[in-house]
């Protein structure tokens, strides 16, 4: 088992420039979780799919912020434009459906904006 | 907001000695999650508490969860080295919304 795949693992972009993040949950985890982590705010919840359908993305900070999940294993973050208050790492959880599991993490991608 | 509230936010604990880490929500929880974050790494799952009352053990690690399921504590007995990280707890609510708290950073004195 592979685990959770994220990448990139880091990524420095300038200002306004597109970003998207990649994931690639656990095979047979139907729950997918995109998280926002900075020393600031600690790790923020911001879209959560069941079934490859979006159920909650109330965390989704703003407009510039979309994800999606075309199948069962892939699913993408995208941020356009991005600015420097983004920088972050950003990480993909995925776990069975229901709640009797914990969430198992991706590895993170480090997100500088300059 | 439902949010859990983890005190202390930092410790800093002497090898061989024993610490506790808490977690806090002001509603009831329906089950709480411990995770440990090494430093430069991802959370890593530790446990789940869902009885009220609940009491488990991984080796020196001790987990509780409240009688009124609205808090919870994990104990480290002899620390190591290797117990250096953050701890995070997770509540889910009714909503099966899992909130985190911002974690205790804990540093190991050798």
Redesign the interface.
Same mark, same amino acid.
């Given at each position: 088992d592979a685990g959770v795949i994220q990448s990139p693992r880091h990524e420095v972009t300038e200002m306004g420039q597109e970003v998207t993040l990649r994931c690639k949950p656990i095979s047979g985890h139907n729950s997918l979780f995109w $998280?926002r982590q900075t020393m600031m705010r600690?790790?923020e919840?911001l879209i959560y799919f069941n079934n490859n359908v979006p159920i909650?993305d109330s965390g989704m900070p703003e407009d510039r912020f979309s994800a999606k999940m075309p199948n069962a294993s892939f699913s993408t973050l995208k941020i356009q434009p991005s600015e420097p208050r983004d920088s972050a790492v950003y +990480?993909c959880?995925s776990s069975p459906t229901g709640?009797?599991?914990? $969430?198992? +993490?991706?590895?993170?991608t480090r997100l500088t904006v300059v | 907001g439902q949010q859990v509230m983890q005190i202390p936010q930092y410790q800093h604990v002497q090898e061989g000695e024993d610490f506790t880490t808490y977690c806090n929500s002001s509603t009831t929880l329906s089950n709480i999650q411990w995770y440990k974050q090494r430093p430069g790494g991802h959370p890593v799952f530790l446990i789940q508490l869902v009885k009220s009352g609940e009491v488990k053990k991984q080796k020196r690690l001790t987990f509780q969860f409240g009688e009124a399921k609205k808090n919870s504590s994990l104990h480290i007995t002899a620390t190591q080295t290797t117990d250096v990280g953050t701890y995070f707890c997770a509540g889910r609510y009714g909503n099966n919304r899992l909130a985190f708290g911002k974690g205790n950073q804990v540093v190991v004195i050798p």
């Open positions: $998280y600690g790790l919840l909650d +990480f959880a709640t009797k599991h914990g $969430y198992t +993490f991706g590895s993170g | -």
